[in-house]
């Protein structure tokens, strides 16, 4: 059984930090590529950050210098790294896990559940 948990949401104000945790189980980790995607209220869900199985990144124009994404694959865990918060960061967020490349317009086998993360102006 595949599982991906998030962690490390919450509440913060803006011009501050937070590192979302993904943890994955049941899958060969090494070898997907893992996404971060956000979705706010009324808006579409969208890709911010993607690291693959060979530890290329890519980035969202939104999250571009602020944002960084991470793997440790003996742990089985990605993080994204999230600098200079602002209130339109606000949404929830989900890990995602595939085989191809997310920013190549796949959609992911594997999703997380998502978790909250709200920023305060």
């Known amino acids: 059984q595949v599982q991906l948990v998030e962690s490390g949401g919450g509440l913060v104000e803006a011009g501050g930090s937070l590192t979302l945790s993904c943890a994955a189980s049941?899958?060969?980790?090494?070898?997907?590529?893992i996404g971060w995607y956000r979705q706010a209220p009324g808006k579409q869900r969208e890709l911010v950050a993607e690291i693959t199985s060979g530890g290329i990144t890519n980035y969202a124009d939104s999250a571009k210098g602020r944002f960084t994404i991470s793997r440790d694959n003996a742990k089985n865990t990605v993080y994204l790294q999230m600098n200079s918060l602002k209130p339109e960061d606000t949404a929830v967020y989900y890990c995602a896990a595939d085989l191809g490349r997310l920013f190549y317009g796949r959609t992911p086998d594997y999703w997380g559940q998502g978790i909250q993360v709200t920023v305060s102006s």
């Open positions: 049941g899958i060969r980790f090494s070898i997907h590529s």
